[in-house]
């Protein structure tokens, strides 16, 4: 019996995703622990006793190991990253402390961004006094025009080291086209502080704009040492327990590179495990036919919503995080401080919930682990949604005493309402909020999210589901079998996956066409990256079946922002020009309104950028599941507090296709619990997804 395993760490839980070689799925899940290590190996040992062996041998028998975590994540939030210093050109010291004028928001949510007390909470990510200008410059062609002064960085570097600073990052002005300066820069900082992680930016952020390629820059430099030995301690801790295969890490870009290529590029799995989240459900999307969706992911502590259209998801080209623009190219997901942690409060006579998060540790109140303040766990449980015998399949129990103590004494009392109208408040509030993030990443967009699927993933998103479907105008939603832990899915299923840029300027000037000189110079841009891409491939052990996407950033002349768009590997030719002009208005006209796009600007290319994956063999998933398994019923609240229902209660692990309910029902997964409201139906698939119809006059089918 061979594993393959998907991991992914969460603010409250860790969660495990196992395929064994007979294609039967299950889910594991163990509280985050303060290491991070510990939860993982935690949610193995889970594993490994399920499947009636011992750790080592289980690990033994891995044959795929995919992971995504929140370690990088979290040490930039909270300032625990390795000490820092940037490295810069003369005059240039300020660039992380200017920004772009609004670093002191960005990143913020949209609370804290009407919080004055919070605009100045956020720090530059190299502090000024860590900040070394060197004498040396570089013009904008490329042309040396102050050498680089040697002295003068081996000075400083030599400052740096007795500091005791772990990581440099070398950012100087225009090495996008001419990396000499920091390229010598880079090895005068490994003669001076060889134990010293060093990043330098034309590798790790090769455009045009000196502030993200700078944070990019120091946010790489930051994580390298923490990310590096925290993988290194993962993986050398599953070696020495027998497992043969490479850790295989989820980038932001949705694909998964072992940790020797990925090494040197930490900041590209700043958010792993929300883009793991989205590849998942691509997978499952694909596998039952279906190219437009609405991934949804309510865990502990945030909501996470993406958006993939036509089998691709939605891309974006920077983050924003603790104030600081990063510039990695990530599947565009967004997030709001809603989960099953978020803490719900009376300010000023008015009902909040989130962003704050009572997390792992203490928890809801119903935890029974210290925690006193209500959440929107504790008002599921109120409600009568969660079985308080059978959370995470019963090996948790919940106290719906003290989930009903902390609701009264924090929401309904000073509102001056009953315990259940307080916790139907709550969810209201909360499914509000999660309803305008659907609304912000398809309407807003020029999308008619009518035309999506909802996938309804992590622990409470089968709960909600309903409600947001209705919210949206939504005929149903669908609720994949590892729904509570599809980000590990989609670890544990990605392939292979490795982006490159480089910095192409091109300016059209209105009416006119590229001339031939710039049309090559695309080209070669396109087949330079390429090839870098399967190099890379290569090293990550792609044999084979390389799927190559060239892209270029295009936007109307004098215009600051910019869109990618697709073009086809080859020469880079007239025809090709016009196919990517015609798509460009047309996207640009998707976003903005028809008659937005405006011609007689003329056009201007910024980069280009090459993203390449290599197939992987997927793990056999098995079709055969078992019957659901009536349990009872419960009074649960749908609508009217001072109503609740007579529910059906079922169980399953993994549903048997073919299987049907009908609503009011709950039916209890180990590690979430999908609730199918009244007049609604579900309906199991051959692949164990339950497919949610909801009776709802104007919904498209």
């Known amino acids: 019996m061979g594993y393959f395993v998907g991991s992914d760490v969460g603010g409250t839980f860790t969660d495990l995703w196992v395929s064994s070689s007979d294609g039967h799925t299950r889910v594991f899940k163990s509280p985050t622990t303060a290491d991070v290590l510990g939860g993982v190996i935690d949610a193995i040992g889970l594993a490994a006793q399920a499947y009636g062996t011992d750790f080592n041998d289980f690990c033994a028998r891995i ?7 929140t370690v990088g994540l979290n040490a930039l939030l909270t300032g625990t990253a390795a000490k820092t210093a940037v490295l810069t050109t003369r005059g240039f010291g300020d660039t992380l402390e200017i920004g772009r004028l609004r670093r002191q928001s960005s990143g913020m949510n949209e609370v804290e961004f009407t919080d004055a007390f919070l605009r100045n909470r956020f720090p530059p990510l190299v502090r000024r006094a860590r900040v070394v200008e060197i004498d040396e410059r570089i013009d904008i062609s490329g042309r040396v025009v102050a050498p680089l002064d040697e002295a003068q960085a081996r000075a400083a570097l030599r400052r740096l080291r007795a500091e005791g600073i772990e990581a440099i990052a070398v950012c100087t002005l225009w090495a996008t086209h001419n990396p000499m300066h920091e390229n010598r820069l880079r090895e005068l900082a490994r003669e001076e502080l060889p134990e010293a992680f060093v990043s330098v930016s034309h590798e790790i952020s090769p455009a045009v704009g000196e502030y993200a390629r700078m944070s990019t820059t ?15 301690k993962l993986e050398a801790t599953l070696r020495a327990a027998g497992m043969r295969v490479p850790l295989l890490m989820m980038t932001c870009s949705g694909g998964v590179l072992p940790t020797a290529v990925l090494g040197e590029r930490p900041a590209f799995a700043l958010f792993s495990g929300p883009a793991a989240g989205v590849m998942g459900s691509q997978a499952i999307g694909a596998r039952i036919g279906l190219s437009n969706l609405l991934t949804t992911d309510i865990g502990g502590t945030s909501f996470d919503v993406g958006v993939v259209v036509a089998g691709k998801p939605i891309m974006r080209t920077e983050i924003a995080l603790a104030g600081a623009d990063i510039r990695v190219h990530s599947i565009d997901v967004d997030s709001i401080g809603a989960g099953g942690g978020s803490i719900a409060s009376v300010q000023f006579g008015e009902l909040r919930v989130g962003p704050k ?4 540790n203490p928890g809801p109140a119903c935890y029974g682990r210290g925690g006193t303040l209500p959440t929107a766990t504790d008002a599921d449980l109120v409600l009568g949604v969660l079985d308080p015998d ?9 106290d719906a005493d003290a989930a009903a103590r902390a609701i009264h004494e924090h929401v309904a009392k000073p509102l001056g309402m009953s315990v ?13 909020r999660m309803a305008d993030l659907l609304r912000r990443m398809t309407v807003e967009r020029g999308y008619d999210p009518r035309d999506f699927a909802l996938f309804a993933n992590g622990g409470a998103g089968p709960s909600h589901a309903w409600v947001l479907a209705e919210e949206l105008g939504l005929s149903g939603f669908i609720v994949p079998a590892a729904a509570t832990a599809v980000s590990a899915f989609g670890a544990g299923n990605a392939d292979l996956g490795f982006t490159a840029e480089a910095p192409t300027y091109v300016r059209v000037r209105p009416g006119a066409a590229p001339g031939a000189e710039q049309l090559s110079k695309i080209t070669a841009a396109t087949a330079a990256c390429a090839a870098g891409v399967r190099r890379n491939l290569e090293v990550a052990a792609a044999r084979g079946n390389v799927r190559i996407e060239p892209f270029v950033s295009i936007r109307f002349r004098g215009q600051t922002h910019h869109l990618d768009e697709r073009i086809e590997e080859g020469a880079f030719d007239l025809p090709a020009w016009e196919r990517l002009v015609s798509q460009f208005e047309s996207h640009y006209e998707t976003l903005f309104g028809r008659g937005a796009a405006f011609s007689k600007a003329g056009y201007e290319i910024l980069s280009v950028r090459v993203a390449g994956t290599g197939a992987l063999p997927p793990p056999a998933l098995a079709t055969v599941g078992e019957p659901l398994a009536p349990m009872g019923s419960r009074r649960v609240v749908f609508r009217d507090a001072g109503a609740p229902l007579e529910t059906a209660i079922y169980r399953t692990g993994f549903p048997r296709a073919g299987e049907r309910v009908e609503g009011p029902a709950i039916v209890e997964f180990p590690g979430q619990s999908v609730v199918v409201p009244p007049g609604a139906s579900a309906r199991a698939d051959e692949s164990g997804n339950l497919h949610v119809t909801r009776a709802s006059r104007g919904a498209r089918p």
């Open 63 to 69: 044959e795929r190991f995919g992971h995504g975590t």
């Open 218 to 232: 120091a946010a790489n430099a930051a994580l390298g040492p923490l990310a590096g030995r925290y993988l290194a």
């Open 390 to 398: 059978y959370f995470i399949g019963g090996r948790m129990k919940l």
């Open 357 to 360: 998060s009572a997390g792992a």
């Open 420 to 432: 259940r109208e307080a916790a139907w408040g709550i969810r209201e509030v909360l499914d509000s």
